[in-house]
């Protein structure tokens, strides 16, 4: 027995069609609100920012008399900065260990897909806390208790580094694949075993590269907590700026961009052999 074929009517297919034009309606009037929104913020937040391009277009010669002084750069003591660039390094290492160990338990107690919200949202609270202050902060808070120097340095690069270290990993294990999880609960291992055996496997890879660009990023602000006594190359960087010795200036960025450009390679090259 043929089944009957049911023929939309007129008046069926004419309701689809409002129905359809009215929802494009309500898209393109909330993309129109969108960008008008935006454009607002932009105009209120450069408004706040003193945004004045034909200020910087006016001083454009004053920098570039300023950069001229940089030249030609002054490697007297080129050793001396070598060693406090060292510095700089061991503490952007040490401050990115210490973090890395911290974070983990965090960003697992921070990711909705393995913990209750009850964990959860502390536990973020306390990354955004540990995330939005500046590490020159951290290092003046820091330099009360250990004194000047680059452990108070390390101290100020650890927490700050710890709660983005944090947010990131917690956001690399909530985008994993739940089934080998639910593969490793389904032979009754314990909440640890889920986390070792089926969560740490899909998010290492991650976390290494997200570890590596932080300690490239560190070892960039290890190079100013001298400012405030913290170590490193910064305290020399400081004082020579003070003192108008632009040339030496000069050599210490120089010492700076080719030690950061050295660990970017060697960290793309771990990121590739791991991703």
């Not at 080129?78 to 060292?86: D, E, K, M, R, V």
């Not at 202050?133 to 690069?157: K, M, Q």
Request: glycine share 8%.
């Amino acid at each position: 027995m043929p089944v009957p074929r049911i023929v939309p009517t007129t008046s069926h297919s004419a309701a689809v069609h409002a129905a359809l034009a009215q929802a494009r309606s309500r898209w393109t009037v909330g993309r129109i609100g969108a960008i008008v929104g935006a454009i607002a913020i932009l105009i209120y937040t450069g408004r706040l920012s003193d945004l004045s391009f034909i200020e910087l277009c006016n001083g454009l010669g004053a920098m570039a008399a300023l950069v001229g002084k940089f030249f030609p750069p002054d490697f007297t003591h080129g050793w001396h900065y070598l060693q406090a660039t060292l510095e700089t390094i061991a503490m952007g290492l040490w401050g990115t260990l210490l973090a890395v160990i911290v974070a983990i338990p965090l960003s697992i107690l921070a990711s909705h897909n393995i913990c209750p919200l009850w964990v959860v949202f502390p536990v973020r609270r306390l990354l955004d806390a540990m995330r939005a202050i500046n590490e020159l902060v951290f290092a003046l808070v820091f330099i009360v208790a250990v004194g000047l120097g680059p452990f108070a340095g390390v101290l100020a690069l650890f927490v700050h580094t710890a709660g983005t270290l944090g947010k990131l990993f917690s956001e690399a294990v909530e985008a994993i694949d739940l089934g080998p999880v639910e593969g490793i609960r389904a032979t009754g291992a314990s909440k640890l075993q889920e986390v070792i055996f089926g969560v740490l496997p899909q998010v290492l890879p991650l976390w290494t590269s997200f570890t590596l660009y932080r300690f490239e990023a560190n070892v960039r602000s290890a190079s100013v907590l001298g400012i405030v006594g913290a170590g490193g190359i910064g305290i020399a960087l400081y004082q020579n700026f003070r003192a108008f010795n632009y040339p030496e200036v000069c050599a210490i960025l120089i010492i700076l961009v080719v030690t950061v450009s050295i660990i970017d390679l060697i960290s793309a090259r771990i990121r590739n052999s791991l991703i």
